[in-house]
Nanobody, 115 residues
Framework: QVQLVESGGGLVQPGGSLRLSCATS????????MGWYRQAPGKQRELVAR???????MYADSVKGRFTISRDNAKNTVYLQMNNLRPEDTAVYYC?????????WGQGTQVTVSS
């Protein structure tokens, strides 16, 4: 059974940090490109960060220098370290696994940045 399970979301004050995790099962994790997307209320889902099977990374301009994506192939897990969080980072964050034309999604985890 294929599963992508996000964790680590929550409420944090502006300037704070959170680390999201996405634990996967049922897939050959190492061959997948992994990504984090987010969707704020009333907005489209957008790509936040992506890491290829080879470890190359890319980031949305809005999070460059603040967020870091990483993967641990031994644990079949991808992470998103989020620092210096801003209110506009508030959204549901989704884990994504992509290989060829196939895409898999997690259920999402809420991140709220508010004082």
């Amino acid at each position: 059974q294929v599963q992508l399970v996000e964790s680590g979301g929550g409420l944090v004050q502006p300037g704070g940090s959170l680390r999201l995790s996405c634990a996967t099962s049922g897939i050959t994790f190492s061959i997948y490109a992994m990504g984090w997307y987010r969707q704020a209320p009333g907005k489209q889902r957008e790509l936040v960060a992506r890491i290829t099977s080879g470890g190359s990374t890319m980031y949305a301009d809005s999070v460059k220098g603040r967020f870091t994506i990483s993967r641990d192939n031994a644990k079949n897990t991808v992470y998103l370290q989020m620092n210096n969080l801003r209110p506009e980072d508030t959204a549901v964050y989704y884990c994504n696994a992509a290989y060829g034309v196939g895409m898999l999604w997690g259920q999402g985890t809420q991140v709220t940045v508010s004082s």
